[in-house]
């Protein structure tokens, strides 16, 4: 059974920082893409950044690139997502997502930025971030 554990999410003043890192199990993690998805209350789920197989590339969304760096540890199959300068706007429930596609991870990311498909991840529950101002 696949599982994903996030953990780190937390209540901030805007410009602090929070790291959130997710646990994966059940897969060769470096067989697969991962992201970092986010959902605010009234809207869609929207990848933020995305790692391909072993991390050397990666992928932000406009709003949050400079600002966020995503990172994996394939030995310790850990996926992390340091956020920086953090604002208002970053409020969210954040999802650690794995690509049910094995391979073509970098194919994922670019589908994943432009679209997310919640039936072509795998997904943890989610950790809260709330930044105020």
């Known amino acids: 059974e696949v599982q994903l554990v996030e953990s780190g999410g937390g209540s901030v003043k805007a410009g602090n920082s929070l790291r959130l890192s997710c646990t994966v199990s059940?897969?060769?993690?470096?067989?697969?893409?991962a992201a970092w998805v986010r959902q605010a209350p009234g809207k869609e789920r929207e990848a933020v950044s995305c790692?391909?197989?072993?991390?050397?590339?990666?992928y932000y969304t406009d709003s949050v690139r400079g600002r966020f760096t995503i990172s994996r540890d394939n030995n310790e199959n850990t996926l992390t997502l340091q956020m920086n300068y953090l604002k208002p706007e970053d409020t969210a429930i954040y999802y650690c997502?794995?690509?049910?596609?094995?391979?073509?991870?970098?194919?994922?990311?670019?589908?994943?930025?432009?679209?997310?498909?919640?039936?072509?991840?795998?997904w943890g529950r989610g950790t809260q971030v709330t930044v105020s101002s």
């Open positions: 059940g897969l060769v993690f470096d067989n697969y893409g």
């Open positions: 790692a391909n197989w072993s991390g050397v590339n990666t």
């Open positions: 997502a794995i690509s049910r596609r094995e391979w073509s991870s970098d194919q994922y990311c670019r589908e994943s930025l432009a679209n997310v498909d919640y039936e072509a991840n795998y």
